[in-house]
């Protein structure tokens, strides 16, 4: 007898050995075709049920989402589509699913919105959609490690909860372990912050980009891969309050080796689920397919999804300084014809994600790196240019989503850095840690950061960063 | 010209090329002996200055702390201790580290105790002590993730912020947008939580067990790796507010099949990281035992640190009911002659740590897998057996630290787990999502939760927890 995983038996040539194989039934078909699904493999196992030899009883609670274990013998499926198939010899029930409650439920067998199955969130990884997602998403994790392990990088654990405030970087929560209805006050009736549990105001990271450079000065590589908070009241498909990020940064590593890092690492981690994901992408390069189908022929997606993928692979990211890129902004037909929501009209403009498409789509053809920005539209720790007036910064731009990484060498000049956080009214003593590293030992260093769902959400073909995250946190919404 | 890390250098056998390398200046001796560290290893590089034909001012600046850029010869070392060296012919300052300034931080060349390099956790990565730590947490994890993805586990990200609170592993972190100064109030004067980010109570993640069922109960095998909190008062070495839990979950898997999964699987992170991580372990064995001359010959550890790791690697754990286990306990010499702090008398009494550490060490002599516990002092969610009064839960106890790993098979069947539930006054409508996984294919499921820092305390022979993350946080103490 052998006991496997689908993913395992699909693969087999053991043909007429005796299997078992448990999982949940996707559908039933005729009293005689069971579709089997255990997780491990988007495919089902076709499990075939001599419906004349079987109890009538149990026959019948073979139901959409219910869990079995199947006895049988592998053979050499004839229908296409699988090598293999199980010629059942029993059927046990291991938890039934009754067809009055599952119709309630996404787990019913017709189709169902995204929105109904975000409402089903802890359901809805048992569809073909999500379990695909999930699975890759998985796999993309852990290629974003082995890349980082095989380069020599050291994975950091910087803090979640934060005693720091200075980075800027969007509005926080709050962290506390008060009794909100009960907080205690100080004599002049301020909240007493000395009495909570860290006895000072506290609140959830935004990056862990400033401890992350501490530890980069150290240990030389390091990157970090946690999750990061916003308390931004954004109910768009590009924001959740809570999302994970990939934060590496380097030692002795200027703005060229950051982006040299950066395009490199990208490249691996596509790569790596094109080879390991195949039918999970399969899956979703179709239902993106059918997706876009369903779409006016304007918001159609000129690529498909490996296209997309190779896309990012196989071409060259073109290296653009800011100040070019606004040339040809200026120059183009769109802003010309006022199709642009935001016109470009001189250098120093923020750029919205239409211009970071018009570069990549329609101008240069493939992926593009943006640098040396106005510093004031950058973060205070990015490193200022001989020109006084631009910043090391670099944004790599995407097709579909535009920015997917933002990054930057660092500014390691103690008195730049220092005067700079005074002219922006960012307390020194707040970031005396921080400023410790520009006074001991400090040398040229860089990184970037990565919004992990907006890679899953490239590579899978999700529009809303909702459905590639298994518990979204957005405004107003922390079920689960 | 060769640029290279000093952990590759060091390995090299190009003798006589001309390389260039960049690291922090660890001692300078005799203005002859820099020792060069990069962070890629603890092993410096030396390099030797010829200091006759160095600039005077420039040989002033090779200071402890200094980031300096070394070019010269490699050449085949003479001394012991290390194979390669490099006849320096340039030096370049590349950030400075005033002695003057040193002197008041722990990169000063001294020993510093470790709550000395607590107070400077930015800075105490650039110790030998801390550089090894940190490399070895870092591979660590690496190994968790090789372990369940070589396994055909899914990792899945459970939400940080949560709604529930129903799983009463410990008191909770509270999350909020609410100034704490103006908080929203309801007309008879309660908090309004509806005008919350979130509409409602939030909290940061005890564990991410319950999300994780939902999960394995599609894609079958999962793990998380993710932060976890607990706003416990608990001022030990031994607790941290903010720590890093990995919990995997298998569906079709009975609690026979979880123990050996995490057996198998503590044995593969530790193989790995003896592998990986030998430099970095060779010299905590020796940091162990010179701490352990210092104590009284009764504290000392009978075993050196690889031989506590082999200790686990080698042995079967043996598996031994709760019940077995009081009896050994009731009639062990320290229960007699009352040497324990808590004497066990009967049946149903909560282990202690001195306990755990008692079957191990004196009376197993190898790794124990306690199952089988009283349900009243185990979780809501553990599957009872059928005697009604014990439940199939298990810890994993190891040398040195007790408990190591807590898991349990979960309770599936939807009625008795209801009833549990009931008469714990658990609200189900708050667990309405976890409930529906046992009323949609519910099956037989287990899982274990193995918190991070321990094992990294364990690997490293660290004694104090807050010298195994890089940025603890505990009561009072959210600094950087």
Request: hydrophobic share 40%; with cysteine; glycine share 8%.
């Amino acid at each position: 007898m052998i006991t496997g995983k689908v993913a395992e038996l699909l693969e087999s040539t053991k043909y007429l050995q005796e299997v078992e194989v448990k999982g949940w039934v996707r559908s039933f078909r005729s009293n005689r075709f069971i579709a089997l699904n255990d997780g491990s493999t988007i495919n089902n196992m076709q499990c075939v049920v001599d419906y004349e030899k079987m109890n009538e009883a149990l026959l019948k609670r073979i139901t959409v989402g219910a869990a079995i274990k199947v006895t049988g013998t592998l053979t050499e499926s004839l229908g296409s589509g699988q090598k293999v198939e199980i010629q059942v010899t029993n059927v046990e029930i291991l938890g039934d699913a009754d067809p009055e409650e599952v119709k309630y439920t996404i787990l019913s067998p017709k189709r169902h919105t995204l929105e109904k199955l975000r409402e089903q969130a802890h359901l809805r990884v048992r569809t073909n959609t999500f379990g695909a997602v999930m699975r890759l998403r998985s796999k993309l994790a852990f290629a974003v490690h082995s890349y980082f392990q095989q380069n020599n990088f050291h994975y950091v654990n910087t803090p979640i909860i934060t005693g720091s405030d200075a980075e800027g970087a969007g509005e926080m929560f709050r962290v506390t372990s008060f009794d909100l209805d009960n907080i205690p006050r100080t004599e002049d009736g301020k909240v007493d912050f000395k009495e909570d549990f860290f006895g000072k105001e506290t609140n959830l990271t935004v990056s862990g980009q400033l401890e992350g450079e501490t530890y980069a000065l150290g240990l030389g590589q390091i990157y970090t891969f946690g999750p990061t908070f916003r308390a931004e009241n954004s109910n768009t498909s590009r924001h959740l309050a809570e999302f994970w990020m990939v934060e590496p940064e380097m030692a002795f590593c200027d703005l060229a080796g950051n982006m040299d890092i950066a395009e490199d690492f990208i490249k691996y981690v596509l790569k790596y689920i094109l080879e390991h994901c195949k039918d999970d992408l399969a899956f979703l390069e179709e239902r993106l397919a059918n997706e876009d189908k369903a779409k006016p022929e304007a918001e159609r997606s000129p690529m498909g999804l490996t296209d997309k993928l190779r896309f990012v692979i196989d071409n060259n990211f073109k290296r653009v300084s800011y100040t070019e890129a606004i040339d040809i902004l200026k120059d183009s037909k769109p802003n010309k014809k006022k199709k642009f929501n935001y016109i470009i009209e001189e250098w120093g403009a923020d750029l919205q994600s239409e211009h970071e498409r018009y570069l990549v789509e329609k101008h240069f053809k493939c992926p593009v790196i943006l640098f040396d920005y106005p510093a004031n539209i950058k973060a205070f720790y990015m490193r200022l240019n001989e020109d006084g007036k631009t910043v090391r910064a670099m944004d790599i731009l995407f097709p579909g989503i535009g920015e997917i990484v933002g990054g930057s060498q660092r500014e390691e000049r103690l008195d730049v850095l220092t005067k700079k956080m005074q002219a922006l009214g960012i307390d020194e003593k707040e970031l005396w840690w921080y400023l410790d590293t520009r006074r001991f030992g400090t040398c040229v260093h860089s990184g970037f950061g990565l919004g992990f769902e907006r890679l899953v959400q490239f590579a899978t073909g999700m529009g809303n960063i909702r459905d590639v995250i298994p518990f979204p946190r957005t405004p107003l919404n922390a079920e689960f």
